[in-house]
């Protein structure tokens, strides 16, 4: 499930099932999406990237969708393991803004063996 | 290869301690930053440096000074910190500013 406010939004998925996290970004202008992978402890890993001008990527096990008419992004990790329970970053390059990136909120991916 | 190193992975310092951070990498990335992450909420973004030179700084203290020695390295100069300052210092690098951003490990800074 998921919970709102104070704490980081939460997904607890059961190995082997699918999971997808989502994440709504902020202005329109923004060309340019990465999702990250942060395990406790370390700092946040690349996972995919996407451009504007696409609105599907795919990866090993993961996939980036991109509807830029409500500004939503996902990332479907496929047959999830153990090992990918993390907190998930979506960030969002602005156009013209010199390689700032801003950083959602994230989600706790937790998956149960 | 897409590795960035960052020392010392901890720090503690007083509040009237100078230290430095340091971050390292050799992949030919023309573009590093600085960014500083608090427990539970995503990193937020200090500095910029592209081709050596510091093409943006988000508003930091001055306490905080960041230099670009060469194209590989990239350090972080502090001086009376604050308690409030205590947090993960992140280094990324990418071979430009629009494209993807790595990161190292961070160093854990805590101010006593």
């Known amino acids: 499930g998921e919970s709102v406010g104070l704490h980081l939004p939460t997904l607890s998925v059961q190995e082997g099932d699918n999971s997808i996290i989502n994440c709504a970004y902020s202005?329109?202008?923004?060309?340019?999406f990465i999702w990250y992978k942060q395990e406790s402890g370390k700092g946040p890993q690349f996972i995919i990237d996407?451009?504007?001008?696409?609105d599907k990527r795919q990866g090993q096990r993961v996939t980036v969708l991109l509807n830029k008419t409500v500004k939503h992004l996902s990332l479907q990790i496929a047959a999830t393991q153990p090992g990918d329970s993390a907190v998930y970053f979506c960030?969002?390059?602005?156009?013209?803004?010199?390689?700032?990136?801003?950083f959602g909120q994230g989600t706790e991916l937790s998956v149960k063996p | 290869d897409t590795e960035v190193t960052q020392t010392p992975k901890h720090l503690v310092m007083g509040m009237t301690n100078k230290k430095s951070l340091k971050c390292e990498q050799h992949?030919?990335?023309?573009?590093m930053y600085w960014y500083k992450q608090k427990a539970k909420k995503p990193p937020e973004l200090m500095f910029v440096?592209?081709?050596?030179?510091?093409?943006i700084n988000e508003s930091v203290p001055s306490r905080f000074s960041p230099e670009c020695p060469n194209s590989s390295l990239l350090n972080l100069h502090l001086h009376a910190l604050q308690p409030e300052d205590s947090a993960l210092y992140l280094c990324?690098?990418?071979?430009?500013?629009?494209?993807?951003?790595?990161f190292g490990p961070g160093t854990r800074l805590t101010v006593t």
């Open positions: 990324a690098s990418s071979r430009a500013l629009v494209r993807e951003q790595y």
């Open positions: 202005n329109s202008a923004s060309d340019y």
């Open positions: 996407i451009r504007s001008n696409m």
């Open positions: 960030a969002e390059k602005l156009d013209n803004q010199g390689g700032k990136l801003i």
């Open positions: 992949m030919g990335h023309r573009a």
């Open positions: 440096y592209s081709y050596e030179k510091l093409s």
